[in-house]
């Protein structure tokens, strides 16, 4: 079997699921990287995964434009994420098994389905072919109910998401090093608007007014440093809040071991939002807001991690509070959240569990996956979603 992926460059969360695709496959795989690793991204990252036997950079040269879209005609299977439709435009013709990866399409409110234009662009990538082999591995759980408004991906959309490394640790120990220590929550995001940082910054506000003496780490950058540096300020927080700015990836996760509880407050603009894996993968108890993109995936409520209504502060405040107040608690979600990345949502099962269901496609199956990548995704309204966990 030959699996091709093309993506825009590869990543961190991308290069174990990748490893291990090469693993099984041998020179049977190959990552497309259509442009070089985003300086974003550069500053986190201790490799540019240059040594990778298994990746084509086709910008480099004609030579490997045309690798790549010779790939994307005779492959077995092509996995298409963000990259020109180009690679996989001869292949749709032909009826070719293709999967696109995706976060959810209406980041903010989904007013495209209202656009003539939208649905122009619509028809042309996805409606046209939904007859064809044509799959979605969904990088949201909101994706289907994206692709659902314009008769696309219908009953053919599975769950994915990103992989970041899951490395064996030993959680009893982890868990008990932070025994006796100071309440410690860990908030690592872009600085910006959709993912709320002032929400973080009002939560030690509020936790603090209630006599609960704790500790927030911020990592990051972005424009709002100066609005949220303020805000510590203005409400006397400079003892309780510490500002990291940029680290690195190893250093975040080894934040992560150290601390209490992870906490995400992104609205729906978080397509899937991969330090909730990271988070999970180092025994941080996790809460997080219902609109991120991974969450109905990878958190079951009160059982590996706690879920808030995203922008109401009194919610995120509870279930925070709750955690603080039950050390017993938070420990037995941040085992169970280890169990369930590592068991279920790790790298190498995903690339199992793609390459199942990949042979049973050719063979004009559809092999039923019980749970995690490349089970059925269903149809998921966030309001829905909210009721369930609340």
Known sequence: MTVTIFSNFINHYQSDLSDYFYEMLGDGFTFIATEPIDQSFKM????????????????ESDINYEKA???????DIVILGSAPDIFIKERLKLNKITFRYSERWFKKKGYEILSPRFWLFAYKNFIKYRN?????????????????????????????????????????????SKKDQKFRILWVARWIDWKHPEMAVQLIAQLKSKGYDI??????????????LKLIDRNNLVENINVLGNIQNDDILKKMRDSNAFILTSDRGEGWGAVVNEAMSNACTVVASHEIGSVPYLIQHEFNGLIFESRDLTSFVNQVER????????????????????????????????????KSLMIGEDKIIVNGPCSKAEVLIEKDFLKKVQ
């Open 132 to 176: 064809n082999k044509y799959y979605m591995l969904c990088a949201s759980a909101y994706t289907p109910s994206d692709t659902n408004k314009f008769f696309a991906f219908r009953d053919k959309c599975y769950k994915w998401g990103y992989f970041p490394k899951v490395k064996k640790i030993n959680v009893d120990s982890i868990l008990s």
């Open 215 to 228: 500790i927030l780490e911020m990592a990051g950058d972005g424009n709002m440093r100066e609005e949220i």
């Open 323 to 358: 955690l603080i107040n039950d050390r017993a608690l938070c420990n037995t979600l941040a085992k169970n959240a280890y169990k369930s990345i590592n068991e279920i949502w790790s790298p190498q099962i995903a690339a199992s569990n793609f390459i199942d269901l990949a």
């Open 44 to 59: 986190y990252l201790s490799t540019d995964f240059s040594d990778k036997k298994y990746l084509l950079n086709s910008y």
């Open 69 to 75: 879209l010779l790939l994307g005609l005779t492959s």
